[in-house]
C-alpha cells in the first residue's frame, strides 16, 4: 500500500528501516518520511524493539523470505539484541542463502559463545556446521575434534580425523 499517502497503511513495512522504506516509496522521498514521522508520533506507527523484530525475522525465515530474515536479525543485532539465539539465527539464514564467509563467522561466534556458557554440545553442532562449510579448514576441525573427545563422542572425533587428514592430503597435492 506504498504511495498513498495515507501514513497509516504503512504499517506492513514495520519491520523495516524507515530509510529504506522511503528509497523504495514511488513518492517524493521526504514526503515518506514525513508521512512515516506522524504516524509514529501519532502512534500509528511504532518502532519495533529487538524482541519483536525476532518474532518477523522468525515468520520471514519459516515463509522462506531469508534476505527479509538476515535483514530483520541484523536490525535487532544493530537495536542491542545480542544472543547466542540470535547469531545462531544469523548463521543458518546466512548458510541458506551460501553466504560462506559470513555463515562460517557466524558459526564460529555460536561455538565460542556456547563454549564460555559450558553448552558444549550446542557448540560442537555449531563447528559442525562450520566445518560443512569450510572442510579444508585444519584449525577449525581440530577445534571439533578437540571438543568431540571432550564430550566423549570419539567414533565421530574420529571420523573427523580421518577427514582431516584426507583434506590435509588433498591440499598437498
Do not use: F
Request: aromatic share 2%; glycine share 8%; net charge negative.
Amino acid at each position: 500500500m506504498r504511495g498513498t499517502g495515507d501514513p497509516s497503511l504503512v504499517s506492513e513495512e514495520l519491520a523495516r528501516p524507515a530509510g529504506e522504506i522511503a528509497d523504495q516509496a514511488p513518492r517524493n522521498t521526504l514526503e515518506v518520511m514525513q508521512g512515516l514521522a506522524e504516524a509514529v508520533s501519532s502512534g500509528r506507527l511504532e518502532r519495533l524493539e529487538p524482541p519483536a523484530l525476532l518474532g518477523v525475522g522468525e515468520a520471514a525465515e519459516q515463509d522462506g523470505h531469508h534476505e527479509k530474515a538476515l535483514r530483520t536479525y541484523a536490525l535487532a543485532m544493530e537495536r542491542g539484541l545480542d544472543s547466542t539465539d540470535l547469531c545462531e539465527r544469523i548463521a543458518r539464514v546466512h548458510t541458506r542463502l551460501g553466504h560462506s564467509g559470513q555463515a562460517l563467522q557466524h558459526w564460529i561466534m555460536v561455538a565460542d559463545r556456547c563454549l564460555e556458557s559450558g553448552r558444549q554440545d550446542l557448540a560442537v553442532s555449531s563447528l559442525r556446521e562450520a566445518a560443512e562449510i569450510d572442510p579444508a579448514n585444519l584449525e577449525l576441525r581440530r577445534r571439533l575434534v578437540g571438543l568431540l573427545i571432550e564430550t566423549s563422542q570419539q567414533p565421530e572425533a574420529i571420523s573427523q580425523l580421518k577427514t582431516a587428514i584426507e583434506e590435509a592430503s588433498a591440499q598437498a597435492k
